[in-house]
């Protein structure tokens, strides 16, 4: 029988063999208890099992969303009931039992049963990401064995840059840059880019009327040189007079800039009406070479979690 204790990822891939969790992403939001975790696996399959068993056995997980090899999980901060359920003897579970913020860390503790057990127990310490592995059981995986361990993983933010204006009608498009500056950017990790269109009318438009919104996973103490990483590059590859860039840091888009996200799809706004939703709502607008991208990169912000509504616009989701 194994020894109770702490290990590392390389020790468990050698215990185990090399496994299928290739990154792990803590994000941290203190203002509102919440996190959201973003595991990559090297096939959907796995994914798509432990999404359902996780939500089945509830602990502290609230949502959870799939997106092709990817698990995201919204979370709160605390302790949860653990809630297998009377199928697990027989299909196994797994269950985010608990997390807490211990100084720049994050202590996440798991359960395996059965099948599902060499899930939690072998394959996730292993991912990018995962610092130290703690055992608080045996470490003997599958079969009908129970495993219980904790993860401590790096704690992060989630940055959100909205851009708009970097282009002209001759040449430049502002979700190319900010495609460049996601994959150039050195500092955090590079989450999602996001095409958000808005309302093709608007009168200065320059040919698709869009902005982009891109998000990062920082350490608390890297934001700063991140932004300032982000407004050089922009500064340094715009074609426009009138580029801006809005900076938001949290899990939860407040409603204030959800509806002006939407509202920039139907009606022509003004910058005003953009300093107006930034204002309270934890935006910052940096002028890098104008004022009217305000518009745009503060709509990108809004529109950043509505999924597949950020690429459109209203009459695309109406049922004819």
């Not at 990822?9 to 803590?26: N, Q, V, W």
Request: charged letters at 25%.
């Amino acid at each position: 029988m194994a020894m109770v204790g702490s290990t590392t990822p390389d020790e468990i891939r050698k215990r185990h063999g090399s496994m299928f969790a290739k990154r792990l992403i803590t994000l941290v939001d203190e203002s509102v208890g919440k996190a959201r975790i973003i595991e990559e696996c090297c096939a959907q399959g796995p994914v798509e099992w432990d999404a359902i068993n996780r939500l089945r056995s509830r602990g502290v997980i609230e949502h959870v969303e799939v997106q092709g090899n990817t698990l995201i999980m919204d979370a709160r901060l605390g302790e949860g009931e653990v809630r297998f359920g009377p199928a697990s003897k027989d299909t196994g579970g797994q269950a985010l039992k608990s997390m807490h913020i211990s100084d720049d860390e994050v202590e996440t503790t798991w359960l395996g049963l059965a099948g599902a057990s060499v899930g939690v127990g072998a394959c996730l310490p292993q991912a990018e990401g995962v610092k130290k592995v703690k055992f608080l059981s045996d470490e003997e995986v599958g079969g009908s064995k129970v495993v219980e361990l904790r993860i401590t993983t790096p704690l992060h933010h989630r940055l959100v840059l909205g851009i708009d204006d970097t282009d002209t009608k001759e040449k430049g498009a502002t979700w190319v840059l900010g495609l460049r500056l996601a994959h150039e950017m050195p500092h955090g990790e590079f989450l999602s880019h996001k095409i958000v269109q808005l309302n093709p009318d608007a009168p200065q438009k320059t040919t698709n009327c869009s902005s982009t919104a891109i998000s990062f996973a920082v350490r608390p103490d890297e934001r700063e040189e991140a932004v300032k990483w982000a407004r050089d590059f922009i500064s340094d590859n715009t074609y426009s007079e009138e580029t801006v860039m809005a900076v938001f840091e949290s899990l939860r888009v407040p409603d204030k800039l959800a509806r002006f996200g939407a509202e920039a799809k139907e009606r022509i706004l003004s910058i005003h009406d953009a300093e107006h939703a930034a204002d309270g709502s934890g935006v910052r607008l940096i002028d890098i070479t104008g004022t009217r991208g305000a518009i745009g990169a503060v709509a990108a912000i809004g529109c950043v979690d509505l999924g597949l509504y950020s690429a459109g616009l209203p009459e695309d989701f109406r049922r004819t």
